[in-house]
């Protein structure tokens, strides 16, 4: 996907002013729970929330082919995030940004099921949204000091709270390792 011109800029800009709205500095994990509340959305987990939904929105679910991680169920204004509860800690701070992304970007609300009552999804939305959310928790600061630290994504993703698969995105999304080379260079 290509984003649309001025969009990385405008999405880091909101991560930054969220980050320093919950008093974050750029080396501070990121509590997706926390920024929730201070949106006022509420956060649920799927087995609190599975009462709510069909069976056969619940076994689509469960059983879709791309696993669910979270969404976004909407009430009239109030927007509600359900996440999948059986994800790692980072994997649930990672979708529960995600879908705070989407209400951050302000992306209306669209049916979630087909009639068959599988998910719709709507391919732009869900790379701004996943752009955004890496942007809250890997910070640029953090992707560039991952990079000229030297050490592997995997061992660095712990103390940022992200999963080395996120923090390996930001620094890709960032250039990360690209910058920190040029410095090298240039000094």
Sequence with gaps: ?????????????????????????????????????????????????????SEEHLHCLRHDEHFFSAMTVFRGEERRIIYNDAHSSERTRSDIAHELSHALLEHPAHVAFHETGCRLIDRDHEEEATFLASALIVTEEMALWTASSGLDPATVSKRFGASPQMLTFRMNMTGAHRRVARRRRSA
């Design 1 to 53: 996907m290509s984003y649309y011109r001025g969009f990385k800029a405008k999405a880091t800009r909101q991560a930054l002013k969220l980050r320093s709205e919950l008093g974050l500095g750029c080396y501070d994990v990121f509590n997706a729970v926390a920024a929730a509340s201070h949106l006022r959305i509420s956060v649920l987990s799927l087995g609190d929330y599975a009462t709510s939904l």
